[in-house]
């Protein structure tokens, strides 16, 4: 799908953990019971490229690797703020989701600095999130013009396979616009794994953004949607890689959702 450039650190040690102090912030380690407030969407989440969680495995892999298909290794995400239970009337659920919190901080931290060190490249994580955003744009561009072979590059085999099958059920034409950001993407969680012998990651990314789209039939006759007026979508997308394969790249495995707060 796509390939983050490496490049060597100078100062690996003072970057790896400069790394991890920014996703410390950007996941809340810094403070449980507060953020920044989230407006959450519903309307069209996922109106374009639905899916929930699929497996997949590289598609380079020699004779040799036998990788089993895997999901999504972790799925949890924390509740939008609105959504969030409160210290002072729910307290019990409040204690469960600060040490879910606190766990899924710690594990994306961990995560982050196992990728980066064997990477060698420590500024990875920002990098990837102008690049998820565009490859979120390419999927929903190419599912709307029903272009396979973009989508079978851009996605792992299952997720494609489920994308496949929307275009073969689907009636009409399809056009999907995309009117820029409503908040900037943000990583929510890092999760490394072996399979194989083979080092896994997958990264979710919240995408939160305005979008349109409009269905036409054979007349080129509006029958659904409307191009003119944009939504903001909020979504969660899942995005995997065999950093120990050097013929694998980032690809989009599939979507996730918050995870509730009791």
Known sequence: MFRLSSRLSGNAASQAVQAVRVLATQTGLTSI?????????RGMTGV??????????????????????????????????????SLFTDYK????YAKLRMRNTGMT???????????????????????????????????????RKYL???????????????????????EWKYHGIVEKPQIVSIRQGQIGGHVLIQMIVRLHSNQSMGVFDK?????????????????????QRYITDPED???ILGKTAPSPSS
């Open 48 to 85: 374009i490229a639905q899916s929930a969680s699929y497996s997949s495995v590289p598609r380079q892999m020699t004779q040799q690797m036998t990788l089993k298909e895997v999901g999504i290794m972790d799925p949890y995400v924390i509740p939008e703020k609105e959504n969030r239970p």
């Open 219 to 239: 007349k080129n006759k509006l029958i659904a949607g409307d191009l003119k007026k944009s939504v903001p979508v909020l979504e969660y997308l899942v995005f």
């Open 33 to 41: 019971a507060g953020s920044a407030n989230i407006a959450r969407m």
């Open 109 to 147: 931290a961990a995560s982050t600095l196992g990728m980066c060190w064997k990477l060698k490249d420590f500024g990875l994580t920002g990098r990837f999130l102008g690049e998820s955003e565009e490859a979120y744009i390419g999927m929903n561009e190419a599912f709307a013009k029903g272009d």
């Open 93 to 96: 659920t409040w204690i469960k």
């Open 152 to 174: 079978e590059e851009i996605c792992t085999p299952s997720m494609y396979a489920k994308l496949n099958r929307q275009l073969k059920d689907r009636v009409g034409r399809y």
């Open 249 to 251: 790249n980032w690809r």
